[in-house]
């Protein structure tokens, strides 16, 4: 069983920057892919950035050019770094590799 667990979720103001942090654990090959998506109350969770196996990402358009996906393979980690943030960046925000979920971690983006 993989284990996924998301931290770095906060309240930051408009404009500003968070790091989130998503410890994968169990069974899972040292180099993986994972995703990061995000979900509003009220709507679908949707995707915001993905890292391929090989290392190549992909992100949704709302985020391209402000947020970065990456990964430390050594600590089975994978890291969204969100800059300049907006309201509407505002949700629960998931990691995911294959068909396992992290529990989620809440940024709020206002002032």
């Known amino acids: 069983q993989v284990q996924l667990v998301e931290s770095g979720g906060g309240l930051v103001q408009p404009g500003g920057s968070l790091t989130l942090s998503c410890v994968a654990s169990g069974s899972i090959p040292s180099i993986f892919a994972m995703g990061w998506y995000r979900q509003v109350p009220g709507k679908q969770r949707e995707l915001v950035a993905e890292i391929r196996g090989g290392g190549g990402t992909n992100y949704a358009d709302s985020v391209e050019g402000r947020f970065t996906i990456s990964r430390d393979i050594a600590k089975k980690t994978v890291y969204l770094q969100m800059d300049s943030l907006k309201p509407e960046d505002t949700a629960v925000y998931y990691c995911?590799?294959?068909?396992?979920w992290g529990q989620g971690t809440q940024v709020t983006v206002s002032s």
């Open positions: 995911k590799r294959g068909p396992w």
